[in-house]
């Protein structure tokens, strides 16, 4: 068992990003994937544990609070959390706070990746995507001292009650979305969207790419596909694409990353 510990979860990358920043940091660090249910649950023995995630729809991403009912974490270790988002905090704070108890919290926001929704630089406080990275980075290190020195929160965890309902909804409204899904002419099989899908929501049925009913609107199909080939119908076809120039596909897919 690693001194630190950090459960992850990413959909483009920007997350991951932060993770690996702050754990090169801390030092002595595993950070463990949560795009699918996590490779180890029972972290008792690490003296600190992260948890580091985006906002979908006002909450946690896909299966997350699910898989957070199963971590075992000591009563005495250090926690923390970094929640990341285009404008808003939303209650997955709120959510992980009730499960396990937060030691210190920070939000920043950074570029978004829901292309169906809006394009990537519309992010508050807005800046381009090089800016945008430059002020992760920063804000990586700033949080890894905190922690590195068991900083705590004096501020307690935001409530954000009014996300509730808009969450409640989200999956219905990311499966809509998902049927929408479609892969134009440019599509050449290379199989990386369906190795980057946190769901299994994408096969191959001979020339033809098939989407099906599980889509969470992570938007990693639509961001890492080499040839821009798949679409939210027509809403993204003019949209740049975008994901975190420092994350690649297998980056996403590791189960366990040691630093």
């Known amino acids: 068992m ?26 002595d660090t595993d950070i463990i994937m949560m795009r699918r249910y996590p490779a180890v649950t029972d972290v008792r023995g690490a003296k600190r544990v992260g948890f580091i995630f ?6 946690l991403p896909g299966h997350v609070e699910r898989y957070l009912h199963d971590i075992k974490v000591d009563p005495d270790a250090y926690t923390f959390a970094i929640n990341q988002s285009a404008a808003y905090k939303g209650e997955g704070l709120k959510k992980l706070n009730e499960l396990i108890p937060l030691d210190y919290w920070a939000a ?6 829901c292309i169906w929704l809006f394009p990537h630089d519309l992010m508050m406080p807005k800046m381009g995507a090089v800016e945008a990275q430059a002020r992760s980075e920063h804000f990586a290190l700033k949080f890894a ?13 935001p409530k954000a009650y009014w996300n509730t309902a808009e969450h409640a909804a989200w999956p ?4 809509s979305q998902g049927q929408s899904l479609k892969a134009n002419d440019k599509c050449v099989i290379c199989g990386t969207c369906a190795k980057v899908c946190p769901t299994g929501n994408i096969r191959y049925a001979g020339k033809a790419v098939v989407f099906g009913d599980k889509c969470i609107s992570c938007c990693a199909c639509v961001q890492y596909c080499p040839q821009e080939a798949i679409n939210f119908g027509k809403i993204t076809e003019k ?8 994350i690649t596909v297998d980056d996403l897919n590791q189960e366990i990353i040691s630093f």
Do not use: W
């Open 108 to 113: 920043v926001t950074h570029q978004c990746t």
């Open 172 to 175: 219905k409204i990311a499966r």
């Open 239 to 246: 949209r740049e694409r975008y994901h975190n120039v420092n």
């Open 54 to 59: 985006p906002c979908y729809g006002g909450g």
């Open 2 to 27: 690693k001194e630190n510990v950090i459960f992850c979860y990413s959909g483009t990358g920007n997350c991951l990003d932060m993770a690996k920043n702050i754990a090169k940091t801390l030092g």
């Open 145 to 157: 001292n905190d922690i590195k020195n068991n900083v705590k929160s004096k501020r307690s965890v």
